[in-house]
């Protein structure tokens, strides 16, 4: 079973500003990573997928990288819809998700 | 327009069993996998299963063994979600998604069904 380690678990960043989330494989998981946003009440959004590639209609504020164990999502420049709670997901074989980074305005 | 519309909130009493629907619409229903997905109250997301609906063959997560079963109907292009012998623990927000594969990103959702455990 793989581990799906996201840090940190909150992350305070004021609007405009940069935010960097992390998320570790306990094994790697090649490229088969991708990213969702979830805001309360609501399902979670596919952000990126294959690691690196955003889904349709996603800004190109969003970017992931990282391939193996180690990935990365960046907002390059915060905007007030984007605060929300972010979750990786492996799904070179049994699924797993991440625990979430919440992103909370600072 | 792809669209996953699921069942309504459910309140159950321990040891009963829910089955929460997913009506799919604006694509081939056999075309994709549908995965089942939950979410316990202020918590992160639980892969529970999934099914091809072409065939009606299903991966389940080990946790789920023998307590969930998922179903998919072509002729009325819904699936469905069976827990049995519920508990307290199984309170939680339970999501439908599809995928192109058995192994793939989530991709769209359903809005979710509300499962309430409670004596």
């Known amino acids: 079973e793989i581990v799906m380690t996201q840090s940190p678990a909150t992350l305070s960043v004021s609007p405009g500003e940069r935010a960097t989330l992390s998320c570790r494989a306990s094994q790697s998981v090649n490229s088969n990573l991708a990213w969702y946003q979830q805001k309360p009440g609501q399902a979670p959004r596919l952000l990126i997928y294959?690691?690196?590639i955003r889904a349709t209609g996603i800004p190109a504020r969003f970017s992931g990288s990282g391939s193996g164990t180690e990935f990365t999502l960046t907002i390059s420049s915060l905007q007030s819809e984007d605060f929300a709670v972010y979750y990786c997901?492996?799904?070179?074989?049994?699924?797993?998700f991440g625990g979430g980074t919440k992103v909370e305005i600072k | 327009e792809v669209q996953l519309v699921q069942s309504g909130a459910e309140v159950k009493r321990p040891g009963a069993t829910v089955k929460i629907s997913c009506k799919v619409s604006?694509?081939?229903?056999?075309?994709?996998?549908m995965h089942w997905v939950r979410q316990a109250p202020g918590k992160g997301l639980e892969w529970m299963g999934v099914v091809d609906p072409e065939d009606g063959e299903t991966i389940y997560a080990e946790k789920f063994q023998g307590r969930l079963t998922i179903t998919a109907d072509t002729s009325t292009e819904t699936a469905y979600m069976e827990l049995s012998s519920l508990r307290s623990e199984d309170t939680a927000v339970y999501y439908c998604?599809?995928?192109?594969?058995?192994?793939?990103?989530?991709?769209?959702w359903g809005q979710g069904a509300l499962v309430t455990v409670s004596s």
């Open positions: 997901h492996q799904y070179n074989n049994w699924p797993a």
């Open positions: 998604a599809m995928s192109r594969s058995w192994y793939n990103r989530l991709d769209p």
């Open positions: 294959g690691a690196s």
């Open positions: 604006g694509y081939t229903f056999t075309d994709y996998y």
